[in-house]
């Protein structure tokens, strides 16, 4: 067996079930989980890290997961945007989307979602973004910072003004 046909065999935890697969060590993370696993909530849209649909949070932080593979993640805990909700309750960004009509045709959505919950924690955690004027004070979540700390997230039916008011709304107390 040559390199080309390694496999290896990984377990993820998944929207906290505990998934073993077998994988080509080729694999992305995204092929992995929608081609592996039939975790379909991450959507592929460019697989090339360009547009942010495949979007979840790995071990706490916003990936794109068709630019990671599925070998370097052995172990991980990965919460995709259909893991977010308790049981019949929806996470506060779900909520917010639905209110907002933060959506049209839905495909980024998932992406969407798990980022913006990434990234209201990272302003938390006091990360500063490129459109910062100080570095040293607490990040603001102004309309430009959001929509610059989302701009890995494209939305080809353009909603970005209501993904924006739905942001705002989880992240209001
Ligand atoms: S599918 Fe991963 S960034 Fe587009
Ligand atoms: S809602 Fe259609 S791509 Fe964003």
Known sequence: MGPADARTAITLEVDGER??????????????????LGVTAPKKGCDHGQCGSCT?????????????FAVANDGAHILTSAGLAEGADLHVMQQAFLDQDGLQCGYCTPGQ???????????????????TGD???????SDEEIRERMSGNLCRCAAYSNILAAIRQAATP
Not at 26 to 32: E, G, I
Not at 56 to 68: A, E, F, I, N, S
């Open 113 to 131: 979602i798990c980022s913006a919950v990434g990234m209201l924690d990272e302003v938390k955690s006091g990360h500063a973004s490129y459109v």
């Open 135 to 141: 570095l040293a004070a607490e990040p603001e979540l």
């Open 19 to 36: 998934r073993s697969l077998l994988v080509d060590n080729r694999t992305t993370l995204l092929d992995a989980l929608r081609e592996g």
């Open 56 to 68: 979840v949070l790995l071990d706490g932080r916003r990936v794109t997961t068709c630019l990671t």
